[in-house]
């Protein structure tokens, strides 16, 4: 099982540009979060989905940010344009759905720096 | 919405000594509770979970404890080591969705002291 993957790990740009964040989740996996944490904040749900469909946006921040989920394979999620505050470390998690309270696995996360 | 608070934010305790995290959420109808390890630079991983229907949980030196109708939960680890000095979230399901969404509480930062 190789986890949730998450594309970069690090990524540095200049304010105004655009920033796309992804994520594959674990076969078999059909819920999907995506999460930023910042040490103001903690660990805040930005959005959520289920078999692709997404399910809760209220945490997206404003509409700068975006997420999508084509596949139950790909998720993405975008900031364009980003701006200095949107630095943080974004998490996607997954987790099976059916059944009661399975838990979710969080990828190794995206460390954004906007300068 | 649902609200979860965690206290303490810090704890400092000795080698060998327990070290208990509290936390209280405001959602009834929430019944999914898991906690969550976050070494520096790494990813939350989950340690423990209980469900609303048990009251007390244990795996080794952890062990999780809920009561639904103070709507609080704790975190216990027993006979501590360096390795368990790390950043503990707590987390609960609002509208009992499952794991479904969960809120996590502000974190605490355990260090435990050779």
């Known amino acids: 099982d190789a986890g949730v993957i998450q594309s970069p790990r690090h990524e540095v740009t200049e304010m105004g540009q655009e920033v796309t964040l992804r994520c594959k989740p674990i076969s078999g996996h059909n819920s999907l979060f995506w999460y930023r944490q910042t040490m103001m904040r903690g660990l805040e749900l930005l959005i959520y989905f289920n078999n692709n469909v997404p399910i809760d946006d209220s945490g997206m921040p404003e509409d700068r940010f975006s997420a999508k989920m084509p596949n139950a394979s790909f998720s993405t999620l975008k900031i364009q344009p980003s701006e200095p505050r949107d630095s943080a470390v974004y998490f996607c998690?997954?987790?099976?759905?059916?059944?009661?309270?399975?838990?979710?696995?969080f990828g190794d996360g995206t460390r954004l720096s906007i300068l | 919405g649902e609200n979860v608070e965690q206290h303490p934010s810090t704890l400092s305790v000795q080698e060998g000594d327990s070290a208990v995290i509290k936390c209280t959420y405001s959602d009834s109808a929430s019944n999914y509770f898991p906690w969550y390890k976050q070494e520096l630079g790494k990813r939350p991983q989950l340690i423990i979970d209980i469900r609303s229907n048990v009251g007390e949980k244990k795996d080794q030196r952890i062990a999780v404890t809920l009561n639904k109708t103070a709507k609080h939960f704790s975190l216990h680890i027993t006979e501590t080591q360096p390795e368990d000095s790390a950043v503990y979230f707590c987390a609960a399901n609002p509208r009992g969705q499952g794991a479904q969404k969960l809120v996590f509480g502000q974190g605490t930062r355990l260090t435990i002291n050779p």
């Open positions: 998690a997954t987790a099976r759905t059916g059944g009661p309270n399975q838990p979710q696995h």
